[in-house]
């Protein structure tokens, strides 16, 4: 019997300073849970998500950082063969914010797809449960971010009060099938 059913198995990268919420941003959008210490285990962590998706089923892997943040790049072999990615700042550090084109470099120049493209991105402004200063006075400017440094789009998430996180993953998903 032949399977007639794509495999839609996708990795997912979750990329960010330190401390922005990325394991959060996973384990809400994977177990559905939340907590205010995740260790920041060396190493690298995966976690699977199961999506119906037009009849079809979907899995993302997403890859997770923990302690490589600091020197704010990894390696080609991390990044291979990725199908997409966020990049997550915290609303309430600036700094953060400034690595986020950094990030985009880092992984721009070491995974591009077979036809050339970079991989869809999109950026995760998180913590909007939080101070949004950072937002209200560059609210404009972050549209016009995206488009410059290649996101696909943005969202304002919070993984503490589940905001947004199932809406861009959808979005990413539509972007990754969009370009295959
Ligand atoms: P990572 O280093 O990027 O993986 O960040 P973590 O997921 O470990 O989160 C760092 C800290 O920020 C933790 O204390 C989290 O509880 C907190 N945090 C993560 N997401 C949110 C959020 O959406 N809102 C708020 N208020 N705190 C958050
Ligand atoms: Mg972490």
Known sequence: MQNHQKERLYKILVIGD???????????YVHQTYSTNYRATIGVD??????????????LQL?????????????????????GAFIVF???????????SKWKEDLDSKLTLANGKSIPTVLLANK??????????????IDQFCQENGFAGWFETSAKENI?????????????????
């Open 18 to 28: 330190l401390g922005v919420g990325k394991t959060s941003i996973i384990k809400r």
């Open 46 to 59: 995966f976690a699977l998500k199961v999506l119906n998706w037009d009849s079809e089923t979907v899995r």
């Open 63 to 83: 890859w997770d950082i923990a302690g490589q943040e600091r020197f704010g790049n990894m390696t080609r072999v991390y990044y291979r063969e990725a199908m």
């Open 90 to 100: 915290d609303v309430t550090r600036p700094t953060t914010f400034e690595a986020v």
């Open 128 to 141: 909007c449960d939080q101070s949004r200063d950072i937002l209200t006075n560059n609210g404009l400017k």
């Open 164 to 180: 947004n996180i199932n809406e861009a993953s959808n979005f990413l998903v539509k972007h990754i099938i969009a370009s295959e």
